[in-house]
């Protein structure tokens, strides 16, 4: 039982290049959400997802795209990536409670 | 609106009282959360109250909840250096299925 997985932990991008993380989780949770952590700003929810096949938008949206293809995975894509896009990312699955997976530091060049 | 707020640093001697606080704006959750986030690490459930909850101690941990004033704390008694973290607290919008943090209280014990 792994609980919440995120790959890749770090990756350096360029300005204007695209890539997708991904969750994955095997508790079988219908919730799962997608953060990023700035300094001094807490985490702040991009998009997140009630169940298979569905996504919806959090509060800071913008640059991002996501599916729910399996119910075990979330993807979080950035399709032509920016230096405010910066962050460490975290997903988190929910059931009665939140688990977070361990986090991606992203750093766009 | 959605706001979570809470202060950015607090610093404490080790072996005294820690106090986090955290202001919300929405008083329809159930419960609310506090988090903790060690160095270079994710998020980790650190205690929870029950919005009809005033106290609630759990070992060295004691949330204060204040409903009226939408106010939150946490204190951690006998402050130890392994205490330093970032403390986050969280509001679960039940309504909306969304988990709102506040900013964070970076937590710093010095010997």
């Known amino acids: 039982n792994a609980g919440v997985t995120q790959t890749p932990k770090f990756r350096v991008l360029k300005t204007g290049q695209s890539m997708t993380l991904l969750c994955a989780q095997d508790?079988?949770?219908?919730?799962m959400y997608w953060y990023r952590q700035d300094p001094g700003m807490g985490l702040r929810l991009i998009h997140y997802?009630?169940?298979?096949?569905?996504?919806a938008k959090g509060e800071v949206p913008d640059g991002y795209n996501v599916s729910r293809l399996k119910k075990q995975n979330f993807l979080l894509g950035l399709e032509s990536a920016a230096p405010s896009q910066t962050s460490v990312y975290f997903c988190?699955?929910?059931?009665?409670?939140?688990?977070f997976g361990s986090g991606t530091r992203l750093t766009v060049v | 609106g959605e706001d979570v707020e809470q202060s950015l640093f607090l610093s404490v001697r080790e072996g005294d009282s820690s106090v986090i606080n955290c202001t919300y704006t929405d008083s329809s959750s159930t419960y609310l959360y506090w988090y903790k986030q060690e160095p270079g690490a994710g998020l980790q459930l650190l205690t929870y109250i029950f919005s009809n909850m005033d106290m609630k101690q759990d070992q060295r941990l004691t949330v204060l909840l204040n409903k009226k004033d939408k106010h939150l704390s946490l204190r951690i008694a006998d402050t130890q250096t392994g205490d330093s973290a970032i403390y986050f607290c969280a509001d679960p919008k039940e309504n909306t299925d969304k988990l709102i943090f506040g900013t964070g209280t970076r937590l710093q014990v010095f010997p």
């Open positions: 508790m079988n949770h219908e919730y």
């Open positions: 988190a699955s929910r059931d009665y409670g939140y688990t």
């Open positions: 997802s009630v169940g298979e096949g569905t996504t």
